[in-house]
C-alpha cells in the first residue's frame, strides 16, 4: 500500500447511462475549429490544415448540470461537441484501428473565457487559462459503443432558454473521429481513459447567469446545463 504525504486527490470519472459503473479519466485532449462553419465565425481559413489539439484537465469535468460563472471574466462562452471515450490507446494507431480503441460517447460543453483566451492567442500564450478552469467541461453521462456503434453523422445542437444556438452535422468534421485519434497517437502515449472533445460547430456565444443550456446529439440525447 502507498503511503502518500498528503491525501490524493479524488479520481475524475464519468457516469455511465444505466450503469452504476463509472468511467474513470485519465486526459482530456480537445480539437481546435473541427468544422468549417466555425472556424470561418473564428477568422481561420477552414482548409483542411493540420489539426491541433489542447488540454483540460480530468478535474474540469463536472456532471452536476450546473455551470458556476467563472471569475476574472466577462465573456464565457459555450461550445457543444461530442465527446469520445477510450478504452484502449497506444501508439501510432492506424486510423483503420483507431474505432477499436473507442468505448463509449457522450455529449460535453468546452466553457471558454473568451476574453482571456484571446488576450492569449495575442500575446502568443498557452490557452490554460481560457479553457482549463474549474467545472470548464460540463459533461453528459457516457454511452458505450457496443449500444450506439460510432456516430458518424447526425445532427449536434445548442439551445440557450429554448432558441437554437448551434446546429451541425458529426459528418461536418473537417478531422473525423479515427483520424483525431491516429493523429493524437503519434504525439502522445494515448491510453484507456483518454476523452477527445471533438470540435464544435458554429454559432458559439456568451452565456450570462441564468441561462439554460441544452446539447443534443443525434442517437445520444441530450444533457442540460444551467449557469449559476
Not at 472556424?39 to 483542411?48: Q, S
Not at 468546452?110 to 488576450?119: A, H, I, P, S
Amino acid at each position: 500500500m502507498t503511503d502518500f504525504v498528503i491525501s490524493p486527490p479524488a479520481r475524475a470519472v464519468l457516469p455511465v447511462r444505466g450503469s452504476d459503473a463509472v468511467f474513470p479519466v485519465r486526459r482530456i485532449y480537445c480539437i481546435g475549429r473541427n468544422y468549417a462553419d466555425h472556424a470561418i465565425e473564428m477568422g481561420h481559413d477552414p482548409d483542411r490544415e493540420p489539426p491541433f489539439f489542447f488540454q483540460k484537465n480530468a478535474d474540469n469535468i463536472d456532471c452536476s448540470g450546473k455551470f458556476p460563472y467563472p471569475p476574472e471574466t466577462a465573456d464565457v462562452h459555450f461550445e457543444m461537441e461530442m465527446v469520445v471515450a477510450l478504452g484502449s490507446g497506444g501508439r501510432d494507431i492506424a486510423e483503420a484501428d483507431a474505432l477499436a480503441h473507442v468505448w463509449g460517447y457522450g455529449m460535453g460543453l468546452d466553457m471558454t473565457r473568451r476574453d482571456l483566451q484571446g488576450v492569449a492567442k495575442k500575446m502568443g500564450r498557452p490557452w490554460e487559462i481560457g479553457k482549463a478552469f474549474e467545472k470548464s467541461a460540463p459533461m453528459s453521462a457516457l454511452i458505450p459503443a457496443t449500444e450506439i456503434g460510432h456516430p458518424d453523422e447526425g445532427a449536434i445542437t445548442l439551445s440557450v432558454n429554448g432558441v437554437e444556438r448551434q446546429a451541425g452535422d458529426l459528418n461536418q468534421m473537417i478531422w473525423k473521429v479515427p483520424e483525431q485519434i491516429a493523429y493524437l497517437s503519434r504525439f502522445y502515449d494515448i491510453a484507456a481513459g483518454d476523452i477527445i472533445m471533438s470540435g464544435t460547430p458554429a454559432g458559439v456565444g456568451p452565456v450570462e447567469r441564468g441561462d439554460v443550456l441544452i446539447g443534443r446529439v443525434d442517437g445520444l440525447g441530450d444533457f442540460t446545463t444551467r449557469v449559476t
